[in-house]
């Protein structure tokens, strides 16, 4: 009997084109998202009146990444200027990712392919979310994680 070739992953990758060009900060004509829940937030920054600004993926972050030992450069999936309840504007940087993937795995017995791939995901995302931490401390930013629980509102780490 002959194995069936694998169906093609449907994928949550495209391009995204703003109703609101001039409140992108950087290329309005070359915006990619990766996921659906990138899509989603990209909608909302377009149209939320209370977003004045936002770039995805257009600023690196420096760090070093323990699970293989080197530098390497991190972009943060949004920065976004938004209006302050105080009127003050506050500059956010957001990263969206799985709620699965903000919880550190735990230890079990049996060393599987898929746990380590785990705790190296966790190992790499904690390096990478301590250097964006850092580098918003730094500039009197904020650093949260959307994840698909808060996808609309935005839940700190």
Same mark, same amino acid.
């Given at each position: 009997?002959?194995?069936?070739?694998?169906?093609?992953?449907?994928?949550?990758?495209?391009?995204?084109?703003?109703?609101?060009?001039?409140?992108?900060?950087? !290329? /309005? %004509?070359?915006?990619?998202? #990766?996921?659906?829940?990138?899509?989603? +937030?990209?909608?909302?920054?377009?149209? $939320?009146?209370?977003?004045?600004?936002?770039?995805?993926?257009?600023?690196?972050?420096?760090?070093? !990444? /323990? %699970?293989?030992?080197?530098? #390497?450069?991190?972009?943060?999936?949004? +920065?976004?200027?938004?209006?302050?309840? $105080?009127?003050?504007?506050?500059?956010?940087?957001?990263?969206?990712?799985?709620?699965?993937?903000?919880?550190?795995?735990?230890?079990?017995? #049996?060393?599987?392919?898929?746990?380590?791939?785990?705790?190296?995901?966790?190992?790499?995302?904690?390096?990478?979310?301590?250097?964006?931490?850092?580098?918003?401390?730094?500039?009197?930013?904020?650093?949260?994680?959307?994840?698909?629980?808060?996808?609309?509102?935005?839940?700190?780490?």
């Amino acid at each position: 009997m002959r194995d069936e070739p694998k169906k093609p992953r449907k994928t949550n990758k495209g391009r995204f084109t703003p109703k609101n060009p001039k409140k992108y900060k950087g !290329d /309005p %004509t070359n915006i990619v998202y #990766r996921s659906s829940w990138e899509h989603k +937030v990209m909608r909302w920054l377009d149209s $939320n009146s209370a977003i004045l600004q936002w770039a995805s993926e257009e600023i690196i972050v420096p760090y070093y !990444d /323990p %699970t293989e030992g080197r530098n #390497r450069r991190y972009f943060p999936d949004f +920065v976004v200027v938004a209006k302050g309840a $105080n009127g003050k504007n506050r500059i956010l940087m957001l990263e969206v990712k799985p709620e699965a993937q903000t919880i550190e795995p735990k230890i079990q017995k #049996r060393k599987t392919e898929r746990y380590l791939t785990e705790v190296k995901t966790w190992g790499t995302n904690q390096a990478k979310w301590s250097a964006a931490r850092e580098y918003c401390e730094m500039r009197g930013w904020e650093f949260h994680l959307v994840t698909e629980k808060s996808i609309f509102g935005v839940k700190k780490r």
